[in-house]
């Protein structure tokens, strides 16, 4: 692992000593755990010429001993509970003569940005922009791995879920065992807040779960994510409560899922971003549901849940292997309930099987 994080550390260290930083202030938390592995909450790292640096204003003695940061780092805890890592960053990379520092400024808050430049006058600071998340769009296969495991137990929570009886229950109270039955079988927790949905509300992308009981003919939409060791995974399905669905059910779902393998179908190392999005959008725009579609088709998953490739309509870029993704789009009808339909797939070559579908929980239309 500590081979994997400097090799990371030296590819970041490549682009900002290009452009002409002499060290770089990763803040961000996501982009420190990528970089140096878990850390205390609120640890910055500093790469600097002399040496790389975590700063913390805890003791990492209080992780657990399964996720400490990588051993080859050095960690400098501040004294007292009230102080800035990065404040402090800046200042120790000051008075090591260091002459200019980039950045996450995407990731500061003005308050923050001002301190950093309060105890560093004479440092000239850069923006070090996106630099780590393009780094972290491709994975590696111990990160597909986790990702591998979060999908397995997201699929194992939702299995369980659709054996018990839902009819009159409530849709925060699903979603609440939905999150807890992912940390039983062994996630770091939800991925991102579980949602639910039912009836009128099925179908609505970010819907927060109601009071709302769950009713005979229902449209059942649900879509939750694992987290494990850091990384999130999403899944998200559809199903009729309790009687054979109605005719307008089964049209809908069909065209969503229909629309939901050619986008699965497009996606392939070089493949643009914009044209996976038409690939799935064209099929639901044809059948007279372009209006009120989601901004994206999918979006790519890791240390976050909405990471980049964004598939959207007017996105720049193209596929590489072993970027994970997810597919999913949805149809909502106005008082009637919709249908979603979420994977979460690894772009891989067509030699080696063409994408990857980590979620697979049932895909078929099912009645509870």
Not at 130 to 138: H, N, P, T
Not at 285 to 304: I, K, N, Q
Request: some cysteine; aromatic content about 4%; proline content about 6%.
């Amino acid at each position: 692992m500590s081979e994997m994080y400097a090799i990371r550390r030296t590819r970041l260290r490549e682009q900002f000593n290009a452009a002409g930083n002499a060290a770089a202030l990763v803040s961000h938390p996501a982009n420190v755990r990528y970089l140096a592995g878990p850390t205390p909450h609120g640890t910055v790292l500093l790469l600097s010429r002399t040496e790389d640096l975590l700063l913390c204003a805890g003791p990492p003695e209080d992780r657990p001993t399964e996720a400490r940061p990588d051993e080859t780092l050095r960690i400098q805890t501040l004294p007292g509970t009230f102080g800035d890592p990065a404040v402090a960053a800046a200042d120790f990379a000051a008075a090591q003569g260091t002459d200019s520092l980039a950045l996450e400024e995407q990731h500061l808050t003005v308050t923050r940005y001002r301190a950093i430049r309060s105890v560093a006058p004479r440092l000239r600071v850069a923006d070090l922009g996106g630099a780590v998340e393009q780094l972290r769009v491709v994975k590696d296969e111990e990160e597909i791995s986790s990702l591998r495991i979060g999908a397995e137990i997201a699929d194992q929570a939702l299995g369980e879920l659709l054996e018990s009886i839902l009819v009159g229950r409530t849709e925060r109270h699903l979603a609440l065992e939905l999150e807890r039955r992912l940390v039983d079988h062994g996630a770091d927790g939800p991925a991102f807040a579980t949602s639910v949905a039912t009836g009128p509300n099925a179908g609505r992308r970010g819907h927060r779960p109601t009071d709302r009981r769950v009713e005979e003919g229902d449209f059942l939409s649900v879509c939750l994510g694992a987290t494990y060791r850091g990384y999130r995974c999403e899944i998200g399905r559809t199903f009729v409560i309790g009687t054979s669905p109605a005719d307008w059910q089964i049209e809908l779902y069909d065209l969503v899922f229909a629309a939901q393998r050619a986008g699965r179908e497009s996606l392939a190392p070089g493949a643009a971003y914009r044209d996976v999005d038409r690939a799935a959008r064209q099929v639901l725009d044809s059948a007279g549901y372009g209006e009120g579609l989601p901004a994206l088709t999918g979006h790519g998953v890791g240390l976050e849940i909405d990471e980049d490739p964004q598939l959207a309509p007017a996105a720049m870029g193209k596929l590489d292997a072993c970027v994970p993704v997810t597919v999913e789009p949805g149809v909502h009808l106005p008082g009637r309930g919709g249908v979603r339909i979420d994977d979460t797939l690894v772009v891989r070559p067509e030699a080696d099987g063409g994408p990857e579908l980590l979620t697979i929980t049932t895909k078929e239309l099912l009645a509870l």
